[in-house]
C-alpha cells in the first residue's frame, strides 16, 4: 500500500540553547512537523491496521485515530519505555479502534503482526526525526547538558547494550574516524579520532561534557555550530544502528503490506 516516511535533518538537534528551546515548545505541543501533509499520504480508511513505527509523544497516533472506526487498529511502536507509558495515556478514548503498544524497534513488526494474530497491515508511518522528549531522557543525546555517554533510544540498559561510551572508549581510531566522517560528513573526522584515542590514554571519556569540550579542543568553533554536533550525530547513528534497522524495516515491511 503505502509507506510514509517523514524525514527531518538531524543535525541541528544539538547546537544550540535556542534550538533547544524551540524544540520543547513543539515537543509540548506534539505537532509533529509535516503533520497534514503525511494524514493526506497515508490516506487513512477506517477499517485499515495503521503501524506508527516511531510512536513518540503521539502526535502522529492520535490523529491516525481520528481517522480509524471501531473496525481500524492502531499499533504504535517505540523503545523507550516511559515515553510508551505516557504516550498510552495521551491516546485513550481518541477513537474506538483498537489500539496496540509495543516496546521495541519497528524493524520487528513482522513479529509484532504474527503475535497478534494479524497477516498484513496497511500503512506503516516511520518519522525518522526526534524530539525534545528524547533530549531530555538523560542518555547523553545533547551536550548541552553534561550527561553520561549513552545515547541509545532503549529507555533500559544491560551489560549487552552498545552504548556511545563503549564506542568512544573502545573502538579503534580508523572506526571512530570512518563513522564521524560517513555518518557525522565531519570534515575533521581523522582529526577528532586521534584527539579521542589520545585523550583515553589518560583515563576514560565518561560524559558528553568531557567528549564536547575534547571536540572544541581540537576543532575551532565556526558560528553558532558546536564542533561536536556531527560526532555526536555519528555516534547516536551508531548506538542505535539507525540505517541498518531502517534497511531492514523496509524490507520486511513489503512483505508485509496488504495488496489490496
Not at 535533518?9 to 515548545?25: A, E, F, I, K, V
Not at 498484513?120 to 553520561?148: A, C, I, N, Q, Y
Not at 573502545?170 to 577528532?192: P, V
Request: hydrophobic share 35%; proline share 2%; glycine share 8%.
Amino acid at each position: 500500500k503505502l509507506i510514509s516516511m517523514n524525514v527531518m535533518r538531524t543535525q541541528t538537534h544539538s547546537t544550540s540553547p535556542s534550538d533547544l528551546g524551540t524544540q520543547r515548545d513543539e515537543g509540548h505541543r506534539h505537532v509533529p512537523v509535516l503533520l497534514h501533509e503525511v494524514i493526506h499520504g497515508l490516506d487513512i480508511k477506517k477499517d485499515d491496521v495503521v503501524v506508527d513505527g516511531t510512536l513518540g509523544m503521539g502526535g502522529h497516533s492520535k490523529e491516525i485515530l481520528k481517522h480509524l472506526k471501531d473496525t481500524g487498529v492502531l499499533i504504535g511502536i517505540d523503545q523507550d519505555g516511559d515515553i510508551l507509558k505516557r504516550t498510552e495515556v495521551e491516546l485513550r478514548g481518541i477513537s474506538h479502534a483498537t489500539v496496540l503498544t509495543e516496546q521495541t524497534s519497528f524493524e520487528n513488526i513482522p513479529e509484532i503482526l504474527a503475535r497478534h494474530g494479524m497477516e498484513s497491515v496497511d500503512k506503516v508511518l516511520l518519522d525518522l526525526g526526534w524530539g525534545s522528549h528524547t533530549l531530555e531522557s538523560k542518555r547523553g543525546f545533547s551536550f548541552m547538558k553534561d550527561e553520561p555517554l549513552v545515547m541509545t533510544y532503549a529507555s533500559t540498559v544491560t551489560e549487552e547494550t552498545l552504548t556511545a561510551y563503549d564506542i568512544v572508549n573502545t573502538w579503534s581510531e580508523d572506526s571512530l574516524e570512518s563513522i564521524i566522517k560517513g555518518w557525522g560528513e565531519d570534515r575533521h573526522a581523522r582529526r577528532i579520532a586521534e584527539a579521542i584515542v589520545s585523550e583515553r590514554e589518560h583515563g576514560p571519556i565518561k560524559t558528553t561534557g568531557a567528549l564536547a569540550s575534547l571536540i572544541e579542543r581540537v576543532v575551532r568553533r565556526h558560528g553558532k555550530t558546536h564542533p561536536a554536533t556531527q560526532t555526536f550525530q555519528a555516534l547516536r547513528i551508531a548506538v542505535n544502528d539507525e540505517l541498518g534497522s531502517l534497511t531492514r524495516t523496509l524490507d520486511a515491511v513489503t512483505q508485509c503490506l496488504s495488496r489490496d
